[in-house]
């Protein structure tokens, strides 16, 4: 699919520009080498489903947790938003580190989708490149004041480290739950 130039004009210089292609954030095909991985975690947060989509969606829960080098961005949003809104360009950025992508769905207090572009990488391109993050929440089926939040990262791995990347996986999700309710008190 083309999005073609709103005005048709070459910007005032001697060489045309192309129309902007619009593409899937990743291919659906996995690289020669690469085996699909899929994470998941769920956590109960002895917090509501308001408070705990609130954290979940604040843009400043990842931007201001960061220590230098890496840095996490939300851009080019529509009418100018940069926060948790379907089409905002985010990227979590430093060394070892490229997860750049665009946020999908969200539904509400339910539902959030960040799509991972071709390129995004974890240490390096040649061991681990996620595809998607997906975060649903509900209330906890016995305590409406308490939340169940389930993840689900998509990722492509080279085959002879799958066995690392989920290693690599739990221990960084682990201290998610506890962190968001360390943050929500």
């Given at each position: 699919?083309?999005?073609?130039?709103?005005?048709?004009?070459?910007?005032?210089?001697?060489?045309?520009?192309?129309?902007?292609?619009?593409?899937?954030?990743?291919?659906?095909?996995?690289?020669?080498?690469?085996?699909?991985?899929?994470?998941?975690?769920?956590?109960?947060?002895?917090?509501?489903?308001?408070?705990?989509?609130?954290w979940?969606?604040?843009?400043?829960?990842?931007?201001?947790?960061?220590?230098?080098?890496?840095?996490?961005?939300?851009?080019?949003?529509?009418?100018?938003?940069?926060?948790?809104?379907?089409?905002?360009?985010?990227?979590?950025?430093?060394?070892?580190?490229?997860?750049?992508?665009?946020?999908?769905?969200?539904?509400?207090?339910?539902?959030?989708?960040?799509?991972?572009?071709?390129?995004?990488?974890?240490?390096?391109?040649?061991?681990?490149?996620?595809?998607?993050?997906?975060?649903?929440?509900?209330?906890?089926?016995?305590?409406?004041?308490?939340?169940?939040?389930?993840?689900?990262?998509?990722?492509?791995?080279?085959?002879?480290a799958?066995?690392?990347?989920?290693?690599?996986?739990?221990?960084f999700?682990?201290?998610?739950?506890?962190?968001?309710?360390?943050?929500?008190?």
């Amino acid at each position: 699919m083309v999005d073609p130039r709103p005005d048709g004009a070459s910007g005032g210089d001697a060489r045309a520009e192309g129309p902007v292609v619009l593409v899937r954030p990743a291919p659906t095909l996995t690289p020669r080498g690469f085996v699909g991985h899929r994470y998941e975690h769920t956590w109960v947060i002895n917090r509501s489903r308001d408070v705990v989509w609130g954290w979940l969606c604040d843009p400043s829960t990842f931007t201001d947790s960061q220590v230098w080098p890496w840095r996490v961005e939300f851009l080019n949003g529509a009418d100018g938003e940069t926060g948790f809104m379907t089409g905002v360009y985010n990227a979590h950025v430093g060394p070892f580190t490229n997860f750049s992508g665009v946020l999908g769905e969200i539904r509400d207090k339910e539902y959030r989708d960040l799509q991972y572009f071709y390129g995004s990488f974890a240490i390096s391109p040649a061991l681990f490149r996620p595809t998607r993050l997906q975060f649903w929440l509900d209330d906890h089926p016995d305590d409406p004041g308490v939340s169940v939040l389930h993840l689900r990262l998509d990722a492509v791995v080279r085959r002879s480290a799958r066995g690392v990347w989920g290693w690599l996986m739990r221990r960084f999700w682990a201290r998610f739950g506890r962190w968001c309710e360390r943050a929500t008190q």
